[in-house]
């Protein structure tokens, strides 16, 4: 019982203490009312017993001393994210809880700390890292936890939505904007709260009897005139031909009850949602019209009639793979043209079908079908149909008129089918006429062969004969040709040489045969063609071959026993091409012939014998 009256006394005693406190906060115009509170909070503490010893009055600001610290475990949000960012730096991180650092996403005012915090995020390399604590010292296990991931979300959201939103403490623009891969999705963050089924049930209630129909594609909804789009979905409809995607071809794609019809050269879909009808030369060089002028128009179009005893209805031949539909007329005549034009890109579009895959040839040209005949063996299982022979109609599931093709003799692998590079194109030349040799490793003890290229006409070595000598003096064997007609001797020689010498011209369209890791020189005459050069400069690299470029100087071309010094040829050969093709042709290439200075020219031998070497070091 005494101990219960101690008790009770000292707790009365603390009430006391407590209600001289709470006085000193009331101000003298209000003490009448104070006194009343501070009487019945004494009187309530007289008759209490032990167990109220547990209630707790902390979150009233009594200005006692040392009060700060017992509060800092449950300080009230607002109070801390008011205080200035520049307060931050001299909180000890010891003091500051979790709740500290939480970030109220309704303040209005945008502190110097987002900022840092937004910024800290975009130089973060860790994928899918959250932002740090806003804290500018400290690190982020010093500080505790990371900021409440929901609020972080929000704001983050907030600021890609308004990149150039003002900050409060001076109007300027957002230094970084967010980073949408850095930022959590935010439902992965923050679960839904409210029950799933409710939710649809009021939407329905509320929704007009249009948005209560199961969901079709917007194309197919907003047709008009269709009486099936009302009741079933239907495939969007898109264009037959493309004519505007590639700046080197028109090409169409056609799938369903296709018929080709040779020797009328049409291509039609019959049975098609709705009808067109387009006339497509396919051929790479649909800006040349010198290139186009033999090439004949295919008409390209699509019916809405299913077949029936019509024209052309009956299939004479049914195919069970599909076709492409290409010209071999153009520039083909030319050797870099036959690969970069029709070779390539029938590599590029037809290498997927592994064989199965049928080649229509519209305006074949005989002589040229059997130079490259081994070509297109490999790519197709079946014989070459020439449409302008064929009078009957032949029936396809899916037909490519026009080839795939991205640049001159190049391919981009993040376009082509199934990520196919020039390194694979080259690879399949060897095997298409069964060369050995993969990699440019010259045999033990053996020299390393180099191959010049000499031209019969124009641009021709005129001292060939000093080139092979200084080749040899540095330590090439050196192998001179300027190839034949037929393909196969010419790919066998290459392929056993280790690296090719040429001045630019179709000679070097040769280098498909080089072994991976081989080297080409091209020479470029005088008269500013670096630009033809690139022809071979960067198809040459994305083959795996070490490219060289040796740009002549005026007194290494013939021109100058021709015109005289102050020739407008010499002194201003872009005015010179600014005539238009044919004068740069008839002048630069025509005309010039190189005579190499081999004390300037020798280094570049010495750079590519080098480069051979350390291939077989490898």
Not at 175 to 188: F, G, L, W, Y
Not at 513 to 538: H, K, N, S
């Amino acid at each position: 019982m005494e101990g219960g009256k101690a008790a009770a006394y000292a707790h009365h005693h603390d009430t006391a203490r407590l209600l001289k406190a709470f006085s000193r906060t009331v101000e003298p115009r209000n003490f009448g009312i104070g006194l009343v509170a501070g009487f019945l909070l004494v009187t309530c503490a007289y008759f209490s017993t032990a167990k109220f010893d547990a209630i707790h009055i902390a979150p009233l600001d009594l200005g006692v001393p040392g009060q700060d610290a017992a509060l800092s475990g449950e300080g009230s949000k607002a109070e801390v994210l008011d205080t200035d960012g520049d307060d931050h730096t001299t909180t000890s991180p010891s003091s500051s809880s979790p709740q500290d650092l939480v970030h109220d996403a309704s303040l209005a005012d945008t502190k110097k700390d987002d900022t840092f915090a937004v910024e800290a995020a975009k130089d973060d390399d860790a994928a899918g890292a959250l932002l740090p604590p806003l804290s500018a010292n400290g690190t982020q296990e010093e500080q505790g936890v990371l900021e409440d991931q929901e609020l972080l979300v929000q704001d983050a959201i907030a600021a890609a939505n308004s990149p150039n939103k003002s900050s409060s403490n001076g109007g300027s623009q957002s230094v970084v904007q967010s980073d949408p891969a850095t930022i959590p999705a935010p439902v992965q963050q923050t679960p839904p709260t409210v029950p799933v089924p409710e939710a649809p049930k009021q939407e329905e209630a509320k929704a007009p009897p249009l948005q209560q129909i199961p969901l079709t594609p917007e194309a197919v909804k907003q047709q008009p005139g269709s009486e099936e789009a009302a009741t079933a979905p239907r495939r969007e409809w898109k264009p037959l031909c493309d004519l505007t995607s590639n700046r080197r071809i028109d090409w169409c794609e056609l799938d369903g009850d296709v018929r080709v019809h040779g020797a009328k050269a049409t291509v039609t879909l019959v049975g098609a949602p709705q009808a067109e009808e387009w006339r497509i030369r396919p051929y790479p060089r649909k800006v040349d019209p010198n290139a186009m002028r033999h090439v004949t128009n295919i008409t390209v179009r699509s019916t809405t009639t299913l077949p029936g005893a019509g024209e052309d209805a009956e299939c004479a031949i049914r195919h069970s793979v599909p076709a492409l539909l290409f010209s071999d007329r153009g520039y083909t005549g030319n050797y870099f043209h036959a690969y970069t034009d029709v070779i390539l890109p029938l590599f590029l579009t037809a290498k997927q079908y592994g064989g199965e895959v049928q080649f229509l040839v519209s305006d074949l040209q005989m002589w040229w079908v059997g130079k490259f005949l081994p070509v297109f063996k490999s790519l197709s299982n079946y014989d070459l149909v020439d449409l302008a022979a064929d009078n009957r109609t032949r029936c396809f599931r899916h037909v490519q008129v026009g080839l795939t093709c991205h640049a001159d003799f190049s391919i981009d692998p993040l376009r082509g089918p199934n990520g196919y590079s020039m390194v694979d194109f080259t690879k399949h030349m060897r095997g298409v006429y069964g060369l050995p040799r993969g990699l440019a490793v010259p045999a033990t003890g053996a020299r390393p062969r180099l191959l010049l290229i000499a031209r019969a006409s124009t641009r021709r070595f005129v001292n060939a004969d000093d080139i092979v000598r200084a080749a040899q003096k540095v330590g090439f064997e050196v192998v001179v040709s300027e190839g034949t007609h037929e393909v196969a001797p010419f790919a066998e020689l290459a392929n056993t040489c280790d690296a090719m010498l040429g001045v630019h011209g179709a000679g070097l369209t040769n280098m498909v045969f080089l072994p991976t890791g081989g080297v080409v020189i091209q020479v470029v005459p005088l008269g500013g063609l670096e630009f033809v050069a690139g022809y071979f400069r960067t198809p040459s690299r994305d083959m795996g071959l070490k490219y060289l470029e040796y740009r002549i100087a005026p007194a290494e071309s013939t021109l100058t026993e021709q015109y005289p010094p102050d020739h407008a040829i010499f002194t201003d050969p872009d005015g010179v091409k600014s005539k238009g093709w044919e004068s740069l042709k008839q002048v630069y290439l025509d005309k010039q012939d190189v005579r190499l200075d081999l004390k300037r020219f020798r280094p570049l031998l010495k750079k590519a014998i080098a480069h051979i070497r350390a291939n077989k070091l490898q």
